[in-house]
């Protein structure tokens, strides 16, 4: 494996990063002036190539298999600057039914989407955030803790996903890594509308009248805080942590 000449420009890894999030994410990023190796599933971005994002790197990475983990560490690898930052974006709801008539399939499924791709991201990325004392933020759900009726394999990945960040926070932290969780409530996304959908939710005015403080959060707000906690520096003495947001009114 080869490594790239330093840079003096911030790099970050964004797996997830055709979705709503992570490309929220990478947006601000960007406009920071950030390099980036970023990830999609089964098809990247239209602006692949797009010189408005000078920097960036795509690259397949499923998570949900071992298939292109060795493609992302070489990204990793190669791209230049100091690894400051990773994102771990990657996920998937279930299908809201009772424990009792859902597959043990579908357990499988979200588990590796939601848990195994993070650690699949930690295998691609690990040699390199080591070297650089880097820091990894996952995004998880307030799922994880709620164990809402319906949502079996979800709240139990997501459960399971805050358990490796505790469990690696304490084994990294002799290499400098910080390792930290996010866990939003419901994101106005593409991925909400879907959820909500399997839900069976009709009514979504009257359904986020039901949320804690009336709304969802705004992508805009969920990747700014994401940014700060994995980046800022009144943020690097916080390591196996993990941050629940809830919607603000206003």
């Given at each position: ?53 000078p920097g ?57 989407a939601n ?107 969920v990747a ?27």
């Amino acid at each position: 494996m080869s490594r790239a000449t330093t840079s003096s420009t911030p790099l970050a890894v964004i797996t997830g990063a055709s979705g709503a999030l992570g490309a929220a994410i990478h947006a601000l990023l960007a406009q920071q002036g950030w390099h980036a190796v970023v990830t999609y599933r089964t098809r990247p971005p239209s602006n692949k190539e797009d010189t408005s994002t000078p920097g960036t790197r795509w690259v397949r990475f499923d998570g949900s298999t071992d298939d292109g983990t060795e493609a992302l560490r070489e990204a990793v690898a190669q791209h230049p600057g100091r690894l400051q930052a990773v994102f771990a974006c990657i996920g998937a709801p279930s299908t809201k039914r009772f424990i009792t008539d859902t597959p043990t399939a579908e357990f499988e499924a979200v588990h590796q989407a939601n848990t195994l791709s993070f650690i699949r991201t930690w295998h691609a990325v690990a040699e390199r955030a080591r070297t650089d004392a880097a820091s990894l933020l996952a995004i998880g759900s307030d799922a994880g803790r709620a164990a809402r009726p319906g949502n079996g394999p979800y709240t139990a990945a997501k459960a399971a996903l805050e358990a490796v960040i505790l469990t690696l926070a304490k084994e990294e932290h002799p290499h400098g890594v910080r390792a930290n969780l996010v866990a939003p409530s419901l994101i106005d996304s593409p991925l909400a509308q879907q959820v909500l959908k399997l839900k069976g939710v009709t009514d979504q005015d009257r359904y986020y009248t039901e949320l804690p403080w009336g709304r969802p959060l705004s992508l805009d707000e969920v990747a700014r805080v994401c940014i700060d906690l994995a980046t800022a520096r009144h943020w690097r003495y916080a390591t196996g942590q993990i941050y629940p947001l809830l919607a603000a009114t206003g």
